[in-house]
């Protein structure tokens, strides 16, 4: 999955606005019944790895969890919303491996220069650890 800020503006370079983001993707509100394997926030946008549950299809995880992240960050119904509408999504296939695919995920800042090792960005989570 991913899904971009509006008209990519880095909200997520603001130290406070990342770490309410990130609390709130710690939530198992957030996500419902479907269960996030791993995630990176980016400073304009969001990867992350979901292992859908029974009751919650896509679209609604997904608005569930952009819609908590903009009325946590006060951009709720009277201010535009940081995301931009819809989002991307892979499914992955039986060829494809869980854990390749989250590293891939992981690595998204280290690809982005934003640091060298992926231990050294502080806006990701990962079940594996």
Not at 13 to 22: Q, S, W
Not at 38 to 65: K, Q, Y
């Amino acid at each position: 999955m991913t899904s971009v800020t509006a008209d990519r503006v880095p909200y997520f370079l603001e130290p406070e606005f990342a770490r309410t983001a990130c609390r709130l993707m710690m939530e198992s509100r957030t996500w419902g019944d479907a269960n996030a394997l791993c995630w990176v926030l980016m400073p304009d946008h969001w990867h992350g790895l979901i292992a859908l549950g029974e009751r919650d299809d896509l679209s609604t995880i997904m608005n569930r969890f952009k819609s908590l992240v903009s009325k946590r960050l006060g951009h709720g119904m009277k201010k535009p919303c940081i995301w931009a509408r819809g989002f991307h999504d892979h499914a992955l296939r039986h060829d494809e491996d869980l854990p390749t695919t989250a590293r891939y995920i992981m690595a998204n800042p280290v690809r982005a220069g934003l640091v060298e090792h992926v231990n050294d960005y502080p806006y990701w989570n990962a079940t594996w650890l």
